[in-house]
């Protein structure tokens, strides 16, 4: 009882040093350009900006769905032994993160663009920490479980996602779906419930109410996923490929969670050689 008082203080601590820190920090977070506002009002306003690689044209690296095409090759013959012999008890099998990062250093650096950047720190409303990317083929095996549950992810109090779909998705093949922040959902309408499934949601928030985000290979969805109810559609007629970048404070609420994304802590010598100072605190000042 007395450690369970005790953890819940903590808890409370560390939440009200976050929102403060985030307070005090706001005359400190980075310009963005006018297309860059409208994804963080968004954001603000709804949970989730809708856009695609065409649109957003980083710089860095302008060819990210031609490296991420070669690298799917990799990922389903990788990962097909788990899909044939129907291992999946989960919903998704990912490429070996340190193929990723050996093998397509791009894709691992979009995460770090100067502009990503920024749209990540004006979300977070602090200092972002980059817990890399994870390259995703999600079954359609039909079963609600995983990540095609109801969540708010758990890494930090605000969590930047980034979704890159890279084959066609439609509504029956996995789409990222979410309830608009607007109806100030918590955890607490769903007390006594374990996994929040489709037929849950819906007793608290009509099936019409969600918002489903279909979208052709490119296109690019970012979430502030710590605060916006959200899942993967269950896929019922196709796989999904795509990528996962993710960010949070540098003092996330779940650090060990947040260090479970990259091992990034293998690439420390090479990348302090070709990474900015901005871009290695990102990666490291916060592990
Ligand atoms: O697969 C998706 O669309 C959602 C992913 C997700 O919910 C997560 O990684 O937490």
Redesign the pocket.
Known sequence: MLNRVRAKLDRDLHSTKYYIHRLSNRSYLPPLFPLDREIIRDIQTKGVHLTSLEKLDIASVPDLEQIANQAAHRLVFATSAQVDQKEASGCFAELDPIDLMTQYPEIFRWGLDPRILNIAENCIGLPPAYLGVSFRR?FANQRQVG?HLW?L?AEDYHVV?I?VYLNNVDLAGGA?EYIPRSHRLSYRSFKGIDSIADQQMQRVIPADKWKACPGKAGTVIIAN?GQTF???KVSVNQERL?L?YAYTSRQPKDLELAKTHCPTEKFRECLAEQLSERELSCVYDWR
Do not use: E, K, L, N
């Open positions: 999600s990540t969540h992810d996602r979704i990222f996923t959200h899942h993967g795509a996962i």
